[in-house]
Structure formats: C-alpha cells, structure tokens
Nanobody, 127 residues
Framework: QLPLVESGGGLVHSGGSLRLSCAAS????????MAWFRQAPGKEREGVSC????????VYADSVKGRFHISRDNARNSVYLQMNNLKPEDTAVYYC????????????????????WGQGTPVTVSS
C-alpha cells in the first residue's frame, strides 16, 4: 500500500476551484509536517504549501498565497489543498509529501530532504 495517495485533480476552467486530497497510510500524518509540491511539464519542481505538525500553522508560495489553502483532517489521516481562482499557470502534476519540517526553505527548489512522496495527481487549468 502506497504511503501517500493523492486524488482530486482534473480539468477546470480559469477562475475555477479544485480540492486535492492526500490520504496517508502506514503512519499518522498529524504527527508530521506535510507539504504539497507541483511540477509543470519542462519546469522545475515548485513547493506550493506546507503545514506544521506542532500547531497546524502554514506556509505558502507567493504564487498561490491568498488562493490556495492547506488543511488536515486527522480523523481521516488526510491532508487537503483547496485551490481557488485557478489560473492556467497552475497547471501541473501536484504531489503530496511528508516533510521533516515546514518552512519557506521546504518550498524552495533546492530542498532535497523530503522523506515520502505521493504518486501525483494532474491539474489542468484551461484559459
């Protein structure tokens, strides 16, 4: 069984919304910082958001701040990414990850300490 399974991706028009889900198994996600990343075709991986384990405080990339919201449902052992006012530049495969920490550094392209990755879910935003 895969430790992280994403769902909820799809095709949406510009300005629309999607909610991505990430179901964890084999570990209790509430005890770990969790993060969302994305990678568009031909582009570098981009950190989107993360949520801390200690107090559920959050960090967002500037490109999604005010439009995306990360949250947890500990009863469901899941993490979510609510994406509103989607733009064509949000088109990418979105990956859920278990991270050693949640900080702006985690969202940088140079960060290489992610412990566990999901398989990704594609999001396409049409103009």
């Amino acid at each position: 069984q895969l430790p992280l399974v994403e769902s909820g991706g799809g095709l949406v028009h510009s300005g629309g919304s999607l909610r991505l889900s990430c179901a964890a198994s084999g570990f209790t996600s509430e005890y770990y910082p969790m993060a969302w990343f994305r990678q568009a075709p031909g582009k570098e991986r981009e950190g989107v958001s993360c949520i801390r384990a200690s107090d559920d405080s959050t960090v967002y990339a500037d490109s999604v701040k005010g439009r995306f919201h990360i949250s947890r449902d500990n009863a469901r052992n899941s993490v979510y990414l609510q994406m509103n006012n989607l733009k064509p530049e949000d088109t990418a495969v979105y990956y859920c990850a278990r991270s050693p920490e949640c900080s702006p550094a985690v969202l940088s392209p140079e960060y290489r300490l992610i412990e566990v990755w999901g398989q990704g879910t594609p999001v396409t935003v049409s103009s």
